[in-house]
């Protein structure tokens, strides 16, 4: 008799354990939300500080040599900016130049400015690269650097495209088996193309503009163990006359949506398979 007493009694904390665990990780995981939801706040995801590697020994001629690169902690957008988001900065300028591009041959892109409320979730294309820093300016944010983009798209894994190493229909190329065909995406949609830190689209959709001019012997100059060779938080040569883009576009190709493959263009073009995304510096806290 006492020894099924014991036993049942045994028998039944173990469920009350487990109860109390599962509440516990469930209380966890609450905080733990809560957490990442103000992080989310705007869209941004954290990028923390540290090295990663940039650049491939395998792939095309401007994108070796392979170099350790060291970034403080910034902010990448999750998204491209939308047609939407790109409106409310339009609505507030003088200068008409600095309308996007309009496709009226393109019905699935549109004109301007009726694409934005037809399409408010498109990545905006048609915009320069000077158009594209003015909008993050007036965000109060800017573009990312070349060396941000990568490690954004790479994780710390060297992955060739931001969800692995294996060709994927993770992302809007030009594919038969993505879902759009010659036209452009909403952002996100392709949720497991994301990258190791949660970025979607880095593969595909639209061109990104980055901050840094084109230079395709910057990886080497920046390989050097010179004093000069930028090792932290690099910004790309000087002058130039292309900026960088990365990450293809609905009209490329897979292989030229690798998280290595750069791309260049004159800052002034605005075409139908070139966007952008937002950076900033995160702020320096002490524990
Ligand atoms: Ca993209």
């Known amino acids: 008799m006492n020894t099924f007493y014991r036993n049942r009694k045994r028998n039944q904390n173990r469920p009350l354990s487990i109860i109390a665990r599962y509440l516990f990780i469930f209380l966890w995981s609450l905080t733990l939300s809560a957490v990442v939801l103000a992080a989310a706040a705007d869209d941004m995801i954290l990028i923390p500080a540290g090295t990663f590697t940039m650049g491939s020994d ?6 070796k040599p392979m170099h350790k690169v060291y970034l403080d902690a910034y902010y990448i957008g999750k998204y491209e900016v939308t047609n939407a988001e790109y409106y409310e900065f339009w609505k507030q300028q003088s200068d008409a130049a600095r309308t996007p591009e309009n496709f009226s041959h393109l019905p699935q892109i549109g004109d301007w400015p009726a694409r934005a409320a037809q399409f408010p979730n498109h990545p905006i294309v048609g915009i320069s690269w ?3 820093n003015a909008y993050a300016v007036w965000k109060g944010m800017r573009l990312p650097t070349e060396a941000e983009w990568e490690k954004a798209a790479r994780g710390y894994t060297n992955r060739i495209w931001p969800w692995g190493n294996a060709i994927e229909p993770y992302a809007n190329t030009d594919a038969d088996d993505d879902g759009y065909q010659h ?22 959709n639209v061109w990104e503009w980055t901050a840094d001019w084109y230079s ?3 990886y080497g ?4 163990a010179a004093a000069k060779r930028p090792k932290k938080n690099p910004t790309g040569p000087d002058v130039g006359s292309w900026r960088v883009l990365r990450g293809g576009s609905w009209i490329d190709k897979i292989a030229r949506c690798s998280t290595t493959f750069r791309f260049y263009l004159y800052p002034n073009l605005k ?3 070139v966007g952008f995304r937002l950076a900033k510096t995160a702020q320096k806290t002490t524990k």
């Open 58 to 63: 395998t792939r095309a001629a401007d994108e």
């Open 130 to 132: 000077h158009d594209a």
């Open 183 to 204: 036209r452009i995406a909403p952002v996100g949609s392709f949720p497991k193309g994301k990258s190791y830190y949660g970025v979607m689209d880095m593969a595909g």
């Open 216 to 218: 395709d012997v910057y």
């Open 221 to 224: 100059y920046s390989s050097q």
């Open 271 to 273: 075409t139908s398979f």
